[in-house]
């Protein structure tokens, strides 16, 4: 059974399709990564999963459960933070939590659980109006995980951090899953964070989901590249072309076929580089980074769909 399964979720307002046949499928004990830029969709398809957007077609099903039939059941499972936190400044990060445990009538013991969960033992005593913006955020996880629900919503969790606070954060939800036992789906549009965080990424574009894989089949799926420095760049292209391969027209980076052995292309390119008497820098294999196995996807989509209300 997987954590999270949405089969053609749609979600119009007015003339904007924000969410056009989304199919989701999170398996358990994951890091999924849901990524896509600003208005790509991410959060209708958040709030949707949380009961708070009713989709206009589709299905939800969290844990199994069929979030459209049996929406408490179903939110239930699932624990959020969203921007928005909400805590109040001259309260601790322990009493804060605690007013949300009493509504949910849960055991005292369990603010010990989630504020171990989050590393936030030896602060929960202090108010929250001192806290750093990174342990609001990990407050805001352990609220989440009141109930120790089996799936985790973060909609941007590494938002407005800096650059230690977000690899603190990277750190922290790399583990989460084991640590919680929980699912977690995180949002973001920070491409090479999610890489390095994610074991499965979804990537919405206008709307539309234009890629979910793993991300070490995605890797392994992806043509090697090869990055290239060399004195005479529009001789270079023409022998590159003249073997078979295809180099970039916007950068320094060389596609190889799918399969090929990089190792053998770079010593085969580098010698019909010298021999045609073209001086080598850099020739050094690349790995394909998220944001440019984005870049190609979203270039082959076509404009977003937009129609008259
Ligand atoms: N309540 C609403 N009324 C009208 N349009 C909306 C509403 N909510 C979202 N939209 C539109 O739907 C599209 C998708 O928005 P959404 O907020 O889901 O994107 P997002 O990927 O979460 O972006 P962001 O990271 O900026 O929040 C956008 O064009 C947005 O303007």
Redesign the pocket.
């Known amino acids: 059974m997987l954590a999270i399964e949405t089969r053609d979720l749609r979600r119009r307002?007015?003339p904007?399709l924000?969410?056009d046949g989304v199919s989701l499928s999170v398996p358990r004990g994951c890091v999924y990564g849901f990524m896509?830029?600003?208005?790509?969709?991410?959060?209708?398809?958040l709030k949707m999963l949380l009961g708070l957007v009713r989709p206009d077609a589709g299905t939800i099903y969290i844990a199994g459960r069929d979030a459209l039939v049996d929406r408490l059941g179903a939110v239930r499972c699932v624990g959020a933070l969203l921007e928005a936190h909400g805590f109040y400044a001259h309260l601790s990060g322990r009493e804060n939590l605690d007013l949300t445990r009493s509504l949910l009538g849960l055991r005292r013991t369990e603010l010990d659980r989630v504020l171990d969960i989050v590393g936030l033992t030896p602060d929960a005593g202090r108010r929250v109006g001192g806290y750093s913006l990174g342990m609001r955020q990990r407050l805001g996880i352990a609220r989440a995980l009141l109930g120790s629900p089996e799936v985790l919503i973060l909609d941007?969790p590494t938002n407005g951090l800096d650059p230690d606070g977000i690899a603190d954060m990277r750190d922290f939800l790399r583990t989460l899953p084991a640590r919680a036992n929980a699912t977690v789906l995180l949002?973001s549009?920070l491409l090479g964070e999610v890489e390095q965080v994610a074991d499965r990424v979804g990537i919405?574009h206008q709307?539309r989901l234009v890629l979910q894989d793993d991300l070490a089949t995605l890797r392994a799926g992806q043509a090697p590249q090869l990055r290239l420095g060399c004195d005479a760049p529009d001789r270079a292209r023409a022998l590159i072309l003249s073997m078979g391969l295809t180099p970039d027209p916007d950068s320094d980076r060389i596609t190889l076929a799918p399969g090929a052995d990089v190792r053998e292309t770079a010593r085969a390119l580098n010698r019909g580089l010298v021999e045609a008497g073209i001086g080598v820098h850099e020739l050094t294999p690349q790995a394909r980074s998220l944001e440019t196995i984005y870049r190609d996807i979203t270039a082959l989509t076509p404009p977003a769909q937009k129609e008259a209300a």
């Open positions: 307002f007015g904007t924000a969410v896509g830029r600003n208005g790509a969709g991410k959060t209708t398809t941007e949002s549009h919405i709307g």
